[in-house]
């Protein structure tokens, strides 16, 4: 209660925390000084005439005689503080609690000989890894993992929602992750699969990004979809790289060389389909992002916010202020020092 009487209430620093619940009652604190000023306006044209019609007399202005419009000055405080509790200031608290119920998604990369091809700019596979990093930075509460798979598959995160820690790893991965040559896209799905067994999540899904065919690896990959399928995994397949003659590195005099790239997108369409998923194809960097883009659209979760606010008034400090302001003024308006400045 002692606060209330705090001159921190008046500071502008406090007001421009409030929120006005009737703002419009302000707008009369405007208007308050106007019969003032209409009043003083009268008095000195009334006194111009009187300073005219006594000239020879000489019209003496006491200062004490300004001690009779305090009264009126207290007055206009009352009203101004009771327009301010009108106004009623508050300010309120939000908490904002926002929960979803999450996906897991495994993101499965192809790291083989070829992603380093160069018909993505610098490479396949760090473009791959620019898509995937924009990807992870888009999610809210998904659990997500990383495989990846050469000749052999492993697992590089365990789903997680530490999205930072998912970030370090995307920008570490290298060709040298795996020694053994070839691609073995049937191995990648089963890893993935292996890490969503035990997963609980309403959704789960695996995207697995490839530039080649299955040519390595103990497990088909058609296999390895109908398994991933039977754990209620959707799968998404992006096949990467244009058809014919891409750039691959250079010759022994410095000039571009290509080679012939052959993909077996057939499988992929058919990976896709036993997952209920859908197979894209991405020809150049801006396409692996609108595939990426897709991806993220269709696999997004509901959010729920649950908004919580904590509304405090404070009119109840500027209503005493006036009251306070009132007493004096009574008390003023009624002593023997109004009476006798008057007289």
């Given amino acids: 209660m002692l606060e209330w009487f705090s001159l921190q209430w008046f500071l502008p620093s406090q007001i421009q925390q409030f929120s006005w619940e009737s703002p419009a009652y302000l707008y ?25 019609a006594l000239i020879e007399r000489e019209v003496v202005s006491s200062p004490v005689a300004f001690l009779r419009h305090i009264p009126s000055m207290l007055m206009l405080i009352f009203i101004a503080l009771i327009l301010v509790a009108l106004a009623r200031p508050q300010i309120t608290d939000e908490k904002v609690d926002r929960f979803t119920e999450g996906i897991d998604i495994i993101l499965a990369l192809d790291i083989s000989e070829s992603m380093q091809i160069e018909d993505f700019k610098p490479n396949r596979l760090e473009a791959a890894k620019n898509v995937a990093l924009n990807f992870i930075k888009g999610r809210f509460q998904d659990r997500i993992g990383i495989v990846v798979f050469s000749g052999d598959a492993y697992s590089l995160a365990p789903l997680t929602t530490d999205y930072n820690l998912l970030k370090t790893y995307v920008s570490e991965i290298n060709f040298d992750m795996v020694q053994n040559r070839g691609t073995a896209i049937g191995s990648a799905l089963a890893v993935a699969t292996n890490r969503m067994r035990e997963s609980s ?23 390895a979809a109908e398994l991933a399928h039977a754990y209620s995994c959707k799968l998404y397949t992006i096949g990467v790289g244009k058809e014919g003659p891409v750039p691959f590195g250079t010759d022994m005099f410095g000039r571009t060389r290509y080679v012939e790239n052959t993909m077996d997108e057939t499988t992929l369409r058919r990976i896709a389909q036993i997952g209920d998923g859908q197979y894209f194809r991405a020809e150049d960097n801006k396409t692996l992002q609108e595939v990426f883009a897709r991806i993220d659209r269709y696999e997004k979760a509901e959010i ?20 306070l302001v009132f007493l004096l003024w009574i008390l003023l308006k009624n002593t023997f020092l109004t009476n006798a400045l008057e007289d």
Avoid: C
């Fill in 304 to 323: 729920k916010e649950t908004r919580f606010k904590d509304t405090k008034d404070f009119y109840q400090i500027y209503l005493m202020w006036g009251l």
């Fill in 201 to 223: 999540a309403k959704s789960k899904v695996i995207i697995l990004l490839s530039d080649g065919e299955n040519t390595a690896g103990s497990i088909d990959p058609i296999t």
């Fill in 28 to 52: 009369g604190i405007l208007l308050l000084p106007l019969p003032y000023i209409m009043r003083w306006l009268l008095h000195f044209k009334s006194r111009q005439k009187l300073e005219i």
